[in-house]
């Protein structure tokens, strides 16, 4: 007869503590590092947001000049079907105070988990002028090149009146986006969350920033100067 250390109900509790054990330590780990991971996102979103709204090019010319975007930070709350989804949108202004376009944070769910990305549209909120995927976890090889320049750059100058839509091969028309090669739902998922973010605060983004419900930000980055509205 075998002992109860030999009995799989043993080794069933065993499995079992053992999983309790590192779920713990995994959630121990995740509450210590939780804000720290949040605090680089923020640090990586204020030195993108430049680059998202003017362009790489006229980004660099603008810091060559050592001139620099004020940044304020502000949420759109949305609530449909009683369900409320916060965004935190960032407005780009000029040094002579002329708004130069606006950033917004979304997530939504990736083939593999959330995706989270930041999306630069101009001033009168009617092209995107920028896309950067700031987390995700794709399928290396394949989802994940959802972060590659060349994808990404297939947003820009596209209308945000319009549907975008994810097609596999060459886009034939304005709206479509051509899905990465064995990654179509990371591609669609990337769209869809786009699609979303406009539909959700376009209108809200045309009022004026002070009207809005305001969320500080860190101090300043190399290319911005952040303030932070009262």
Do not use: C
Not at 17 to 33: P, S
Not at 54 to 66: N, R
Not at 103 to 130: C, F, M, N, R
């Amino acid at each position: 007869m075998r002992s109860f250390k030999e009995s799989n109900l043993f080794q069933a509790w065993l499995v079992l503590l053992l999983a309790t054990a590192f779920g713990i330590a995994l959630a121990g780990v995740q509450t210590k590092l939780g804000p720290v991971i949040e605090a680089n996102k923020t640090r990586e979103t204020l030195a993108k947001i430049p680059a998202l709204v003017l362009g790489e090019d006229q980004a660099a010319t603008l810091s060559s000049q050592k001139k620099s975007l004020t940044i304020t930070s502000r949420t759109i709350e949305i609530e449909r079907n009683r369900i409320k989804k916060f965004y935190t949108v960032y407005d780009a202004l000029f040094e002579d105070g002329t708004l130069a376009g606006h950033v917004a944070k979304a997530s939504g769910q990736g083939y593999a988990d959330k995706i989270e990305l930041l999306l630069g549209l101009d001033a009168t909120a009617e092209t995107i002028t920028g896309l950067f995927i700031l987390d995700q976890k794709e399928t290396p090889g394949l989802g994940n090149r959802i972060i590659e320049t060349p994808w990404r750059d297939q947003f820009l100058n596209k209308a945000s009146a319009t549907r975008l839509m994810v097609v596999k091969g060459t886009p034939s028309k304005d709206n479509e986006i051509d899905a990465i090669s064995g990654a179509t739902i990371s591609s669609r998922s990337v769209t869809d969350i786009v699609n979303k973010t406009i539909t959700d605060i376009k209108a809200q983004l045309l009022s004026p920033p002070r009207e809005a419900a305001q969320k500080p930000v860190p101090p300043g980055n190399e290319t911005g100067k952040i303030k932070e509205n009262s």
